[in-house]
């Protein structure tokens, strides 16, 4: 009877395309391959990651506004384009700056940027907007051909991303699965916990210049990093120094 039952259960998650997920034993990803690292350029993050984000899993930007979370993320997007890989970024509420992007050294001939909605002018329900948003980004992890592919969920409301299934990271997960790209979720605090990818919690330190309250301006972020990875048994803080600020 145990073994029927045991048949029926991963026939079912067959079915589903999640039997990877409990009834398969994945590879170890204590990998030294160069290859199957996408570098963040920034030495004491790479240090601490042992060579970067692993290709074919899902990782996370996680952080409050201010933390460095974007800044982090277009350093990491210029970093591939530097490569000759090609980037995309999901932009669910349509807060990029393109000033930030162009002052990171991103090659915008390599990077696809697919624009959402903002919440609130738009008129669209929030729910609505995050799911075109997801199915954009399926989208792009199913043609392929991508070094790195980021989703920024930042501005989304905490309700509505406590709201997503948790399937929906296994599914993006199984999607890239063996492929030669990482996908990355920025988000307000740790949303998929994937098993195999990396998550960053960032908390940033803002640095001024000028001593006058109103002839002070911001020059950049101090930002510290927690790397936390169950299945690289990676966990520990980093700090990166100070990145220009965008405000992300």
Sequence with gaps: MANQAL???ESALRDRKLDRTLTSALPSLERTDPGALVPSDVAALDACLRGGLPRGQLSELAGPQS???????????AAAARRGELTALVDTCDRLDVGSVVAAGVDLDRLLWIRGADVVPSGSA????VDRALKAL???LQAGGFGLVAIDLAEVPPLILKRLPFTT???VQRTIEGSDTACVLVTPEPLA?????VTLTLAGRP???GTADRSRRLTGLDVGVRVMSPRRRMDGEVSIGALATDGH
């Design 126 to 129: 929030p729910e609505r907007i």
């Design 67 to 77: 933390s460095g979370r974007m800044t982090l993320l277009l350093q990491m997007i």
């Design 193 to 197: 916990r994937s098993a195999g990818g």
């Design 138 to 140: 399926n989208l792009v």
């Design 169 to 171: 990271w296994l599914r």
């Design 7 to 9: 048949a029926l259960l």
């Design 207 to 209: 640095t001024w210049a």
